[in-house]
């Protein structure tokens, strides 16, 4: 990941997070701990995993789900 090649050759698609990530990490000191990069990290980490917009993606289907069991129109826009 640290050399922001992707599978294909290109910009890997979540280097721009690690860039950022570890960006802040080097301007780490006394007066800001590592913990101040949590957005950084958290952006970085649902890059790689997708965990929220997995999440969102069941949330929308669990929606559609109830509206068709009511007989109700679901319009996603």
């Not at 590592?34 to 997995?54: I, V």
Request: hydrophobic share 30%; with cysteine; glycine share 8%.
């Amino acid at each position: 990941m640290s050399s922001g090649v992707g599978v294909k050759g290109t910009l890997g698609r979540c280097y721009p997070f690690y860039a950022d990530l570890k960006k802040c990490v080097q301007k780490k000191t006394l007066e800001s701990p590592t913990a101040m990069c949590w957005a950084e990290n958290e952006d970085y980490f649902e890059c790689m995993h997708g965990f929220k917009e997995k999440a969102r993606i069941l949330q929308v289907a669990a929606e559609r789900k109830r509206r068709e069991k009511l007989g109700e129109k679901f319009d996603i826009s």
